[in-house]
């Protein structure tokens, strides 16, 4: 499956956003789906997760109740809404896809990868 983000941008601290992941050649609802996020000179890591089947749902500590995954299978898009933004959220935004598997938090556990796309948040 290939994915491509987009809705990256500069906001304040505080304000919201909402990022994006178009998914195409292959059964999107046969995909759980999984947000990670990378900043400049760190490791990538795990942001949320929706799982293919049932929809459930995970998030990393430093989003839970900030950030909401979301999925619309009929689009074959998954969504990011990010809400009061905090400066140490920026980071290029990968979006990737696993195959009838579970959500993990290991990025060797997604099987393709979209190119990313940057947020930036200022204070």
């Known amino acids: 499956v290939q994915l491509v983000e987009s809705g990256g941008e500069l906001v304040q601290a505080g304000g919201s956003l909402s990022v994006s992941c178009a998914a195409s050649?292959?059964?999107?609802?046969?995909?759980?789906m999984g947000w990670f996020r990378q900043a400049p000179g760190k490791e990538r890591e795990f942001v949320a997760g929706?799982?293919?089947?049932?929809?459930?749902?995970s998030y990393a500590e430093s989003v839970e109740g900030r950030f909401t995954i979301s999925r619309d299978n009929a689009k074959n898009t998954v969504y990011l809404q990010m809400n009061n933004l905090k400066p140490e959220d920026t980071a290029v935004y990968f979006c990737?896809?696993?195959?009838?598997?579970?959500?993990?938090?290991?990025?060797?556990?997604?099987?393709?990868w979209g190119q990313g796309t940057q947020v930036t948040v200022s204070s």
């Open positions: 050649g292959g059964t999107f609802s046969d995909y759980s």
């Open positions: 990737a896809a696993e195959f009838r598997g579970a959500v993990t938090t290991r990025v060797s556990g997604y099987d393709s």
């Open positions: 929706i799982r293919w089947s049932g929809f459930r749902t």
